[in-house]
Every structure is written in C-alpha cells, then in structure tokens.
C-alpha cells in the first residue's frame, strides 16, 4: 500500500508540472483568455487607436420614396492590447487566435445612420505577441439622406456614410482611416458611381458616396408618356368636330394621364427642399390636356349651333317654353288662314309649302356651313396656339430637368 500510493503521488506531482509547462497554441490562447480583459485597454491619455486600414463598401439599395440610404460595410479593424501580450521566449508563437467573445472589441457605427447594425465578421480574432489585435466587423445601416430628386429622372448626387466610434470628451476611441473599395454598384434604378474616403474633422470620418439614376427605365414609364400623350393630343386636331370622336380621343388621355399621375405618386417622394420637378411637369402636362379637352367641345357646340346661340343655353327654361308656344300658335293661324283661303287650288299650297321648306333648308344649310367656317377658324387658331406652347414647354422642362442644379446640405447631422 505504501510503495501504491508513492507511485500514486508521483503520476500527480507529474501531471501538475506537465500542466504548468505546456506552451503550445491552445494553452497560450487559454491563458489569455483566462485573464478576462472584458473592457478597454487603458493609456494614459485614456484615448484608444483603433486602425481601419480598409473598408469594403456596397450599396444595397436605395428608397426613392422615404429618401434613404441601405449600405454594407465589411471593416478590417486593428488595436494594441498590450494585456494580451505574451514572451515569445516561453510561447514560441507569434500569433494566436482567440474567440471574439473573451476579449473587449471596439464597435463601430454610423452617425447618420437611422439603424446601424455591426456584425462580428466572424467568430475568432487574430491576436500577436506585441497585443496587437486584428479582427473585420460588418455594419448593415440605413442612412437618412436628402437625396436631391429635383432632375428626376436624370438625378444624381452625392450621400455621406459617417463613420465613428465610442467616445467621451477625452476618452473613448478614435479612429485612423485607410482605403475604402467598392463593389457592387448597380442596384435597381440607381448606380454607385464612387466612394471615396474624407473627413472634415480628425473625428469626423465619412464615406462619400456618389449615386445617380439610370434613367432608362423611369423615362420609358413616366417622362416618355407624358411626351407621347400631349403628342397625340395635338396631332387629334386632325380629327373631325363634328361626330364626337374627337371628343371621346382627348377623354381618353386624359384618363390615360390620370394613371401615370398615380404612378409618379407611388413612386417620388412628397414635397423636400428639392423636390422632383417632374410633378410640376405632370401638373402642367394635365392642365394642358384639360384645356384641349374643353375647348374641343366648345368648339365642336360652336360648329352646330353657332357662337351667339351659346347664349340660349343660359336662357331659362320657361322662357324658352313660351316661345316654343308662341312659335306654334302662329304656325296654326297661318294654317288657318291656308284653309280660309278657298280660292286657291290645293297645287298651289302645296307648292308654296315645298318652296318654302326647299328656303328653310337651304338657310339652315347656310348657317350650319357658316357656324362650321367659325368652328373650324377657331380650331385652326387654337391647335396652332396649342401646338406652340405645348412644344415650347416639353422643351423647356427637358432643358431644367437636365441642367439645373439644387443644392442640398447633406451634414446637417453633425453640428
């Protein structure tokens, strides 16, 4: 029993030195991470470094409707922890790798960022024998820009993408930008045209990105058919008055209109500092197809009962009734008279009816032709007025939603 339990205290004595002396990675890294440095390494100027030496950014789309910005960054970041430190003499290793979780990390987010989510990039970190820790981090935010839509849909503009850290008057974090790359420019209608790193400050950092609309597609759905129905408004002046097609055509685009006007609706945002011009040119496109529209049927009234007998329609209606009335009772006196009249032989009454229905028609002939040389004079004036402002217009409005430039303050964020 003796000679069993010497043994005994042998194998243990033995184990706890081999322990003691194990310097391999995993036991490195479990030292370390039994020391618990849960929070920020400490300088005397209460200050920490942390190294950005590169950022991988990408649009991930962009709200036209609520003016915002949906963006992915992929971060390298870097820090000097020198509790993390280790002689190299007794753990021969330059580098270990850790868990994310037993060690305090900085977090990154974004200053104009309505939501910042930062992502651990993965599960373990990187960490060196000098404390110099080497970890990426993802942030997913949604960024709140007044996104200058005034050109719609030949919009472009510029969004900043603020960056910054924990601090708190002379302690914190601050942090030292290096390259930014971008990927994956196109999204939807927009394009990412750059993102280029600056600053204003040493602690205001900012990614700029430039955007711009690919206008092929709203153009074909909004500013392409508002051109094409004004067009065919004015070549439906080659249409007939009389008949009411032309009536019925201009009806139609109208409504037409009226459906794209919801389109450009769902699509824009309401009223900003620079709001789309586009909904200007709705609003005039509109108004001028209601004036087509109306005095198309004023005209078309024109050509059938004249200019001056418009007036009738205001007439009230008893009045009209009391000539109507008159007007009969003088046809039966006349007819009265026509019997009296014995002498004369029946061919002669019928003879004289037939003239004067023959006269009565052909003045109404007359003033129909004479009521129609008014209506169609009229028409040939207007479709020319209307031809001229409608293309004096379409031309100027594309010139302004081209050139013209608003500005936007896109820092009023930071103050």
């Known amino acids: 029993m003796t000679k069993l339990a010497f043994l005994l205290g042998i194998l243990f004595i033995g184990s706890v030195h081999a322990e003691s002396i194990c310097t391999d990675r995993r036991c490195l890294a479990q030292m370390l991470i039994n020391k618990e440095h849960f929070s920020q390494p400490q300088y005397e100027n209460c200050t920490l470094l942390i190294k950005v030496p590169f950022i991988e950014y990408q649009t991930l789309d962009v709200d036209t409707k609520n003016l915002r910005l949906n963006s992915r960054l992929v971060a390298s970041i870097e820090w000097l922890d020198p509790g993390l430190a280790w002689d190299t003499s007794v753990y021969q290793f330059d580098q270990v790798i850790l868990p994310v979780n037993t060690i305090w990390t900085p977090e990154l987010h974004v200053t104009n960022g309505i939501t910042t989510d930062m992502q651990q990039g993965s599960d373990d970190l990187v960490v060196f024998s000098n ?162 529209m109306l005095v198309s049927m004023l005209l078309t009234r024109v050509a059938k009962d004249g200019l001056f007998d418009l007036c009738s329609f205001f007439q009230s209606s008893p009045q009209r009734e009391k000539e109507n009335s008159k007007e009969i009772k003088d046809e039966e006196t006349r007819a009265d008279i026509s019997v009296v009249q014995l002498e004369v032989s029946e061919d002669t009454l019928m003879l004289r009816k037939m003239v004067k229905f023959l ?39 594309t010139c302004v939603m081209v050139k013209y430039k608003c500005k936007v303050n896109h820092f009023d964020f930071w103050y």
């Open 359 to 397: 006269e009565a028609l052909q003045t109404n002939r007359q003033t129909e032709t004479e009521y129609e040389r008014i209506a169609d004079r009229g028409d040939k004036i207007f479709s020319c007025f209307y031809f001229i402002v409608a293309s004096s217009y379409v031309t100027a409005m």
């Open 131 to 292: 404390g110099t820790v080497k970890h990426s981090v993802i942030i997913n935010a949604a960024v709140d820009c007044e996104i200058n839509l005034f050109n719609y849909p030949f919009a472009e503009d510029e969004c900043p993408v603020a960056i910054q850290s924990f601090s708190a008057g002379d302690c914190g974090t601050s942090l030292h930008m290096g390259d930014v790359k971008m990927i994956d420019g196109s999204h939807g209608d927009w394009q990412t045209d750059f993102a280029i790193l600056k600053k204003q400050r040493d602690d205001r950092n900012y990614i700029m990105v430039g955007l711009s609309i690919k206008y092929s597609n709203p153009f074909i759905t909004l500013l392409l058919p508002t051109i094409l129905i004004v067009l065919a408004d004015i070549v439906s002046f080659a249409l007939p008055l009389k008949g009411g097609e032309r009536n019925s055509f201009k009806i139609t685009l109208v409504l037409s209109f009226t459906m794209f006007l919801s389109i450009l609706n769902d699509e824009l945002p309401g009223d900003g500092q620079c709001s789309p011009i586009i909904r200007t040119h709705f609003c005039v496109c509109l108004v001028l197809l209601v004036l087509s």
